[in-house]
């Protein structure tokens, strides 16, 4: 997988996704139980309770993002027990703004360094195949690595993303962000995986033409 991709969409995700997976998506996530404000405070009162909390109302949330990247359930619940270690670390002093999305970010991360430990084994098919399927549309050399700054053209991918169609944000970020199979996106979204395939062929087109007017030539 090309490096640019992986910086952009992967490995930066507060550039990148940050305001889509808080308004988009996030909602929908992990609506039971206590409520965040709640959760944040017992981090910040160092009151063990607080992982016990993020865990009744988030594991089933980060193991899905894992094991989509992994395809391997221990390798996954060991994902996610980071991610509630890296929590408890990082709150306080940082006071996220939306839980889920903080915690989906540490989850993905975690999962992409274990992909990457475990990338020559091949663990994961379907994965590799979403990667390609953004080769075809973001094709990375060494001159855009050296022209730009990662935060600028992860700052126009964004913009594009807010300017299309809010099916077509949330079809893109559920299979780019989630790792979601077509299976599971046209299941959600009521459509035919043929469609969820056209859906995103053509705004994969759409961004690689965006990019280029923005000056972007991948």
Known sequence: MPKLIENYIF????????????ECLIKSNGS??????????????????????TSKKYRNYCTRIAHNILSNAEDSEECVNDTFLGAWEAIPP??????????GRITRNIALNKY??????KRNKKFDTILDELNDCLSSSDNVETQYEEAQIAESISKFLHNIKEDQRNIFLRRYWYSDSLTDIAARFSISESKT??????TRKKLQIYLQKEGYFL
Do not use: T, W
């Open 32 to 53: 039971d139980g206590v409520e965040d404000s709640e959760i944040i405070q017992l981090y910040f009162a160092r009151n063990e309770r607080a992982v016990e909390e």
């Open 11 to 22: 490995m930066q995700p507060k550039h990148f996704f940050s305001y889509f997976i808080s």
């Open 94 to 103: 940082k006071s996220p703004a939306k839980l889920s999305s903080f915690l």
């Open 116 to 121: 990457d430990y475990y990338m020559a084994k």
């Open 197 to 202: 395939k056209s859906i995103l062929f053509r």
